[in-house]
């Protein structure tokens, strides 16, 4: 049994070296366990950090493509050098290292096949109150969306096993916390988490400027993956929204015609009538992206049958 923690990296030589001189080289149960980190395309030495701090491998990117893309890379070559489990971890040190014992021992026993380390955001004194609020209420988007019951939808810190990390297809550019949870609930993987311990804050996070851009970039991550996987109830919904209130509209201009013959509110015949259009062409565009959605799923299903027979010579 062969577990690679891998570490997606950018502009990380302060803090790399700390991060993997944690990790554990002997776990119950794991015959090895392996480093690798993926360098981002990161202008200081990280890579040479990497290398003098014992990494066993290292992938550098010569541009950075985003933390989306480097973890998909990482479990690309996780695979292909044989690893039955996959840690992901940050660079920064964020996560106590002697947790990924216990996060890997649900997919040891044959539980789940993605576990996700719980941060217990509430207690993190580093959080500020809207920060919290923000985890919890994203949190609480996700579970809906994905029909898992993940309390920390952000957190970096989980494992894979190698049939859950051949599924995973991440298609955003931001961040793969989201996406990689609603993608396993919508492929019925079995989800679990584990509580974790945190080490003290070394930085402020790089992943975005502000709140008000994280709480942007997640909307639109969920959004997207959302419609990827639900276009026609998406649309369905979006649609039925715009003739309700087209026909809402319309009812207030019969009213009127019938009161006094409408003189003064044709405005809302040609509104309601643009709404009612709208709406019947957002179904049909729902329609439309579900039947693409069947194709996506046929492909979905050849590149992992591709992936299978591939990573055969690597097993």
């Given amino acids: 049994m062969k577990l690679i923690v ?16 944690a990790i554990p080289r002997q776990i119950a149960g794991i015959d090895t366990i392996e480093i690798l980190v993926i360098d981002d395309g990161s ?29 998909s890379i990482g479990l690309d070559h996780a695979l292909k050098r ?3 489990i996959i840690v992901n971890t940050d660079a920064d040190n964020q996560y106590r290292a002697d947790c990924i014992e216990a996060l890997i021992a649900p997919i040891l026993h044959g539980e789940a096949d993605i576990v996700v380390g719980n941060r217990n955001p509430r207690r ?8 919290r609020l923000l985890q919890g209420v994203g949190s609480w988007v996700v579970r809906r969306v994905s029909g898992t019951t993940v309390p920390d939808a952000a957190s970096g810190f989980r494992a894979f096993s190698r049939e859950a990390a051949m599924r995973m297809n991440v298609v955003s550019d931001f961040t793969y916390t989201l996406e990689t949870i609603i993608q396993a609930g919508k492929k019925q993987l079995m989800v679990a988490d584990v509580d974790v311990d945190v080490n003290p804050q070394s930085r402020p996070s790089r992943l975005f400027r502000s709140p008000f851009s994280y709480v ?25 929204a715009l003739l309700g209130a087209g026909g809402v509209i319309g009812a207030r201009f019969l009213f009127y015609y019938l009161v006094d013959g409408g003189a003064g509110h044709i405005q809302s ?15 049909l565009a729902g329609m439309l992206a579900d039947l693409v959605g069947s194709s996506r799923r046929m492909l979905e299903d050849a590149l992992l049958r591709i992936r299978r027979l591939e990573l055969k010579d690597y097993e």
Wanted: charged fraction near 15%; proline fraction near 5%.
């Fill in 216 to 240: 942007m970039h997640s909307v639109s991550t969920i959004l997207r993956i959302y419609v990827l996987y639900e276009p026609l109830r998406a649309f369905t919904l979006l649609g039925m």
């Fill in 269 to 283: 015949l040609i509104l309601a009538a643009v709404l009612i259009l709208a709406g019947f062409q957002t179904i």
């Fill in 124 to 131: 993190l004194a580093h959080f500020g109150p809207v920060k």
């Fill in 82 to 84: 044989g690893a039955d």
């Fill in 6 to 21: 891998q570490i997606p990296c950018f502009r990380e030589e302060e803090t790399l070296a700390e991060t993997i001189a």
């Fill in 43 to 71: 202008p200081d030495a990280t890579s040479e950090v990497a290398h003098r701090a014992g990494a066993d491998h290292i992938v550098r990117n010569p541009v950075n493509q985003g933390l989306a893309r480097a973890f």
